[in-house]
C-alpha cells in the first residue's frame, strides 16, 4: 500500500524559512515523479512542484519561483520542499503526491499523503 | 495558464439521482483531464485519468466524458458517500498544470 506521510508545517511570520518532509513507503519511489500540491483555507488546489524521479528536473509554480525548492533523496525515499521567504498567501495544507506515471511524469497524482499545514502569521 | 472553471459551483441531490459535474478549459487540452474526489478532511483521490479512464478500485458509477474544452463527470445513481468536492485538472500544459475550482455536492 503506497503511503505518503507529510511533516514539517508550523506557524511561521512572514519572511521565515521552513523544510516540508514526505516520507514515502508501499511503492518504488525512485521510479516516480513526485509533486507538492498545496490548499488554502477553505480554498480549492493548487499545483507548487514537481520533482523527476532522478531529481534531475524540477518545475515550480510561478508564484513560489525563486522562493521554494523542491529536492527528493531516493535512498531515504523522501521529498522536500524547501520554502524560503515565506508569505501570507503562502499559507496552506501542503499535500505530497504521487505522480502517476513511471519514469516519465504524465501530471496527474494517483496517491496523496494527509498534508501538512503551514501558516504564515504575524 | 489555462483556466479551469467548473459548473456548477455547489448543487444538492438525492440518492440515486444522476448527477453531472462540467469543466470547461479556456483553450483546447485534447484529452489531458483529470477528475479528483476530495471528501471533508481528506487528501483528494483520483478518480478518472485521460477524461474518460476510470481508475481501479473507483466504482462504475462515476464515468467521464469529453475533449477539446468541454468534459463531464457524471455519477449515475448518487450514494450518500459521494458528498465531497469534485475537481478537475488539465496536464495539457505541463508542467503548469490547472484545478477547476471545485463542485461541492450535497446529499
Known amino acids: 500500500e503506497v503511503q505518503l506521510v507529510e511533516s514539517g508545517g508550523v506557524v511561521i511570520q512572514p519572511g521565515g524559512s521552513l523544510r516540508l518532509s514526505c516520507a514515502a513507503s508501499?511503492?518504488?519511489?525512485?521510479?516516480?515523479?513526485m509533486h507538492w500540491v498545496r490548499q488554502g483555507p477553505g480554498k480549492g488546489l493548487e499545483w507548487v512542484s514537481v520533482?523527476?524521479?532522478?531529481?534531475?528536473?524540477?518545475y515550480y509554480t510561478d508564484s513560489v519561483k525563486g522562493r521554494f525548492t523542491i529536492s527528493r533523496d531516493n535512498r531515504k525515499k523522501s521529498l522536500y520542499l524547501q520554502m524560503n521567504s515565506l508569505r501570507v498567501e503562502d499559507s496552506a495544507l501542503y499535500y505530497c503526491a504521487k505522480d502517476r506515471g513511471y519514469l516519465s511524469p504524465v501530471y496527474s497524482f494517483d496517491s496523496w499523503g494527509q498534508g501538512t499545514l503551514v501558516t504564515v502569521s504575524s | 495558464d489555462i483556466q479551469m472553471t467548473q459548473s456548477p459551483y455547489s448543487l444538492s441531490a438525492s440518492v440515486g439521482d444522476r448527477v453531472t459535474i462540467t469543466c470547461r478549459a479556456s483553450q483546447k487540452i485534447s484529452k489531458y483531464l483529470n477528475w479528483y474526489q476530495q471528501k471533508p478532511g481528506k487528501a483528494p483521490k483520483l478518480l478518472i485519468s485521460?477524461?474518460?479512464n476510470l481508475r481501479s478500485g473507483v466504482p462504475s458509477r462515476f464515468s467521464g466524458s469529453g475533449s477539446g474544452t468541454d468534459f463531464t463527470l457524471t455519477i449515475s445513481s448518487l450514494q450518500p458517500e459521494d458528498f465531497a468536492t469534485y475537481y478537475c485538472?488539465?496536464?495539457?500544459?505541463?508542467?503548469?498544470?490547472?484545478f477547476g475550482g471545485g463542485t461541492e455536492v450535497e446529499i
Open positions: 485538472q488539465q496536464s495539457y500544459s505541463s508542467p503548469r498544470l490547472t
Open positions: 508501499g511503492f518504488s519511489f525512485d521510479d516516480y515523479a
Open positions: 520533482v523527476t524521479w532522478d531529481g534531475g528536473t524540477k
Open positions: 485521460g477524461a474518460s
